[in-house]
């Protein structure tokens, strides 16, 4: 590796840059890919372009070799940090262009659970694919699932649990949904350790999603689905 400390980026052609980011965030260097982020920038990248091209790509690589188990937790944390790095710089200028999001998605732990490595690894992989995420963090009651919904008017909402225990609990916030009339309105997915595909069925979620990377997979599919039934009405 001692080499990749003398490489210059900006010596790097366009392509070369790219791929040298998809590297970069796979070994978690933030700070080759906030350098590498500002070079395409000044070349006239289009901001759009660089999500897509750099940091997405990238971490559907890293996504994929999480899920076939060639990369663990701490490791993909490392790689959604420089992403997160990445698109500190980008947003700013993403919600100027107006660029095309991939939906929106409200996630957090239920009610009880105070556990988070999971919630926010699928948060920090959701934005890598170019979703908006709105965190509402650990112990949720239903009226804070309830809130974030009205408020933020999600695509998708996550819910996930690590305890035996607190599983239940989404089936209270799923219940409620339905009470109110805004079940159909979005997407229900819940992950966690002790759950499976039984469990996600019987609360009544859309899906259950074993990982990460899985969830990516699972959102991108429902938003397309949901975008071809809509048409032009899903803007």
């Known amino acids: 590796m001692s080499e990749d400390n003398d490489l210059d980026l900006r010596e790097l052609s366009d392509e070369d840059l790219v791929q040298q980011m998809h590297d970069d965030l796979y070994d978690g260097l933030k700070d080759e890919i906030e350098e590498g982020v500002n070079i395409l920038l000044e070349r006239g990248w289009a901001p759009y372009r660089i999500l897509t091209d750099a940091l997405v790509e990238g971490m559907r690589i890293v996504g994929i070799d999480f899920r076939d188990g060639i990369l ?9 940090n420089a992403m997160k790095a990445g698109m500190f710089i980008l947003r700013p200028l993403l919600a100027e262009t107006g660029a095309p999001k991939m939906g929106k998605m409200v996630i957090g732990t239920v009610k009880g659970d105070i556990h988070d490595i999971g919630k926010n690894l699928v948060g920090m992989m959701m934005e890598g694919a170019g979703f908006e995420v709105i965190d509402i963090g650990i112990n949720n009651p239903v009226e804070k699932y309830l809130a974030a919904i009205e408020e933020h008017k999600p695509d998708i909402l996550g819910m996930s649990a690590l305890l035996t225990t607190t599983m239940p609990y989404m089936k209270v916030v799923i219940d409620t949904l339905i009470e109110k009339g805004i079940r159909d309105d979005f997407v229900v997915l819940v992950g966690g350790a002790p759950l499976n595909e039984e469990f996600g069925k019987a609360v009544g979620a859309d899906a259950y ?9 699972i959102a991108k599919d429902f938003m397309k689905r949901r975008h071809n039934r809509l048409g032009t009405a899903a803007e």
């Not at 663990?72 to 959604?80: G, N, R, W, Y």
């Not at 999603?209 to 997979?217: F, K, Q």
């Open 209 to 217: 999603c074993r990982d990460a990377a899985v969830t990516v997979e």
């Open 72 to 80: 663990f937790v701490p490791e993909v944390l490392l790689s959604a």
